[in-house]
């Protein structure tokens, strides 16, 4: 099994441009997320997933937008890019606990390094 | 805001030796997460606590859980300097699907 991978795992771009962070799974996990981490900090997360069809925002929505069409796939769109988004992306899988409302353990990606100039 | 809390921020240990992060939060949890980050590189899961458990081992690693002072520990014992990393622990709400992570702390452990 691959896990959970990411593509690009570097990009620049300039203000104002759009671009999609890709992130796959073949875990069959139900539930996925994205998470920003700037230096020195921990993560915080953007929007998650609990299946197909499903998304919620986290902390930190603004100025991106998630879909989830299929079960594996999880991409971050960029709507306009700006200097603050300048940042690590991270994308996560788990299974769900069937009617528990709660995280298990993440699997993570490794990460897409986005600079915004 | 039901991030937690890390203490301390950073922690340098002599290889062999035991080193002890904390994590403190505000809400009520489900479960709470340790994680550790080498530099540049994803997370990985160490170890998951649930809210009715107050202790859990794996290998080297010791987790303890304090709900009613909302407090957990992670203990490393006979550290390498492989552990060298950056540590977070995550917490899962009850009655919610976001995790939410601390800021971590960096681990330094000299050969």
């Known amino acids: 099994n691959a896990g959970v991978t990411q593509t690009p795992k570097f990009q620049v771009l300039k203000t104002g441009q759009s671009m999609t962070l890709q992130c796959a799974q073949d875990m069959n996990h139900e539930y996925m997320s994205w998470y920003r981490q700037d230096p020195g900090m921990g993560l915080r997360l953007i929007h998650y997933s609990v299946g197909a069809g499903i998304t919620d925002q986290g902390e930190v929505p603004n100025g991106y937008n998630v879909s989830r069409s299929t079960t594996e796939d999880f991409p971050l769109r960029l709507l306009s890019a700006a200097p603050s988004q300048t940042s690590v992306y991270f994308c996560?899988?788990?299974?769900?606990?069937?009617?528990?409302?709660?995280?298990?353990?993440?699997?993570f990606g490794p990460g897409t390094r986005l600079t915004v100039l | 805001s039901q991030q937690g809390e890390e203490d301390p921020q950073a922690l340098s240990i002599q290889e062999g030796e035991n080193a002890t992060m904390n994590c403190s939060y505000k809400?009520?949890?489900?479960?709470l997460q340790w994680y550790r980050q080498n530099s540049g590189r994803g997370l990985v899961h160490l170890i998951l606590i649930r809210s009715n458990e107050r202790e859990k081992h794996s290998g080297r690693l010791r987790v303890t859980l304090d709900t009613s002072k909302k407090s957990s520990s992670l203990l490393i014992t006979a550290s390498r300097a492989a552990d060298t990393a950056s540590y977070f622990c995550?917490?899962?709400?009850?009655?919610?699907?976001?995790?939410?992570f601390g800021s971590g702390t960096r681990l330094l452990v000299r050969p």
């Open positions: 995550a917490l899962a709400g009850d009655s919610s699907y976001k995790l939410i």
């Open positions: 809400t009520s949890i489900n479960n």
């Open positions: 996560a899988s788990s299974r769900t606990s069937g009617g528990v409302l709660s995280v298990n353990e993440q699997f």
